[in-house]
């Protein structure tokens, strides 16, 4: 199972554009890399998932250069309301998923 | 639509106590998941459901915890025994295949005094 790196924490401001990078460095080829969000006493909501390039919903981007070694989530002017935990996971072909500690996200005025 | 649902939401039990956890997943859903979180930590997982079958319950610590789905849609958690060490949030998920997104409840909260 590939293990994924991300930042323990980020800040940003209102109406920025916020990157995270997750390191997964030993992905299988099989391997998708899927993104959820959490919210304090809430369980964490799926946001996207990709295998290369770039894939776009109506929440975020997500890039994954063609070496697959990380990829980044992208979410476009963001507001007070995205503050939460992001984690970053990597899928293998058996569908399991191992969870870190995940990226927390503090959005300020 | 209806999310998955987990009751109850808090649960204080004294340590070697038995509990149980009930799980709601979304109607239709085949796939069911048990993950327990700690404070500051990702979600750990426990169990896994295909229908009415565990397919993998390789994340169960110890004989202590039991999970069953016996109609292959609520679930319940049960811990015998509980240990300080178990208090925790316990997380329900669901999903229409395995390699779909999961749908997950907002957790029990459990407390072992």
């Known amino acids: 199972l590939a293990k994924t790196t991300q930042p323990i924490s980020m800040d940003s401001y209102e109406g920025q554009e916020v990157n995270i990078t997750c390191s997964h460095n030993?992905?299988?080829?099989?391997?998708?890399i899927t993104w959820y969000q959490q919210f304090p006493s809430q369980g964490p909501r799926f946001i996207i998932q990709?295998?290369?390039?770039?894939v776009t919903n109506e929440v975020a981007s997500l890039f994954i250069p063609a070496d697959r070694k990380s990829s980044t989530l992208s979410l476009p002017r963001v507001s007070l309301s995205d503050t939460a935990v992001y984690y970053c996971?990597?899928?293998?072909?058996?569908?399991?998923?191992?969870w870190g500690a995940g990226t927390k996200l503090i959005i300020k005025p | 639509g209806a999310g998955v649902s987990q009751t109850p939401s808090n649960k204080v039990t004294e340590k070697g106590k038995y509990v149980e956890l009930r799980c709601d997943p979304i109607?239709?859903?085949?796939?069911l998941y048990w993950y327990r979180q700690s404070l500051g930590q990702g979600p750990e997982f426990l169990i896994y459901f295909q229908g009415t079958g565990a397919a993998d319950d390789s994340g169960l610590p110890n004989d202590r915890f039991f999970a069953v789905r016996p109609e292959g849609s609520v679930s319940t958690l049960k811990i015998q025994r509980t240990e300080r060490g178990d208090s925790a949030v316990y997380l329900c998920?669901?999903?229409?295949?395995?390699?779909?997104?999961?749908?997950f409840g907002n957790g029990t909260r459990l407390t072992v005094t």
């Open positions: 998920a669901s999903s229409s295949d395995r390699a779909s997104p999961l749908h």
């Open positions: 030993n992905i299988a080829t099989n391997d998708y």
């Open positions: 109607s239709g859903h085949t796939a």
């Open positions: 990709g295998y290369k390039t770039k």
């Open positions: 996971l990597a899928m293998d072909s058996n569908y399991q998923l191992i």
